[in-house]
């Protein structure tokens, strides 16, 4: 990795990711901060944007309006409504795009694809280095082991979320699933409070516990004839989720335009 110095817009600025990804950045010898941007009308508007994470002044202020200058990245951790109109804004001005946001539909999806044929694009639903490799050891573990190996999925979140099982658990499984060549949605089971048989040989199991604080955990485990293998990924701080958009944001600078994700960062085979 070069020590070039990366220019960096962050959108959605005042937001939970927003704010972790100014202060990674302003404690960054490598990165530096060139724009802050949150929604027209919100609270913030205004503000330094780091003495809006409780960070010393930037000399950036959070505007509404989107303007990367020449040679920035956008990071864009925000809102899925925001997602089209940020693209298109990014593909006009030819800034590389490093896009969190999760939820996008299917419109802005193709907009996506449309704009990275100009400006290349990282878009990841989870910017964790260790999740996104895990989801490859996965891959590999259920190639190598084969079928008869049985597998399940535990994950376990803070007591706020909302949707279960996690989207991570769900790509865990497709990541099995796809190694076995089969659909997930054909064998994922998330509840067995109406089983009345055995699990079926190739089902996988994804169980969600919710309690406390926990930023999220998640078990892959294979059971074998007098063997098991356990693969556990625990996050213990939501700033790897910036930490790995910023990783992101300094390879992007080098590439042609095209859609990429987190393990083309990596430098992982795909699957
Ligand atoms: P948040 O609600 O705390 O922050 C979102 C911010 O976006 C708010 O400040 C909001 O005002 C701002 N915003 C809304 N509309 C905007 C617009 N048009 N232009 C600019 N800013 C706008 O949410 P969060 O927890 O920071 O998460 C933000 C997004 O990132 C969500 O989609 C979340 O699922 C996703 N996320 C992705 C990853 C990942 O690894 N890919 C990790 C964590 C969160």
Redesign the pocket.
Known sequence: MNDRLVSVVV????????QTLIRTVMESETMTLVGA????G?P?LGQDAGQLCGMPRSGITVT?E?RPPRGAVVV???????TE??VGRCAALGAPLVL????ISSDTLARLHEAAETIPIVS?????VGITLMLRLANLAARALGPEWETEILEIHHRHKKDAPSGTALRIAKAVASARDRAVDDVVVKSRDTADQPRDKDEIGVMALRGGDSVGEHELFFFGEGERIELVHRATD?AI?AR??LRAARWITTKPPGLYDMADVLSLPGF
């Not at 959605?12 to 927003?18: E, F, I, Q, S």
């Not at 941007?37 to 027209?40: A, C, G, I, K, T």
């Not at 864009?76 to 925001?82: I, K, M, Q, V």
């Not at 990841?124 to 964790?128: D, Q």
């Open positions: 959108v959605g600025a005042r937001g939970r990711m927003g941007v949150d929604r027209s919100g913030g509404d989107l864009d951790f925000s809102l899925a409504g925001a109109a940020n969190g946001t999760t939820g990841a639903a989870n910017f964790s939501r989720f790995g958009a």
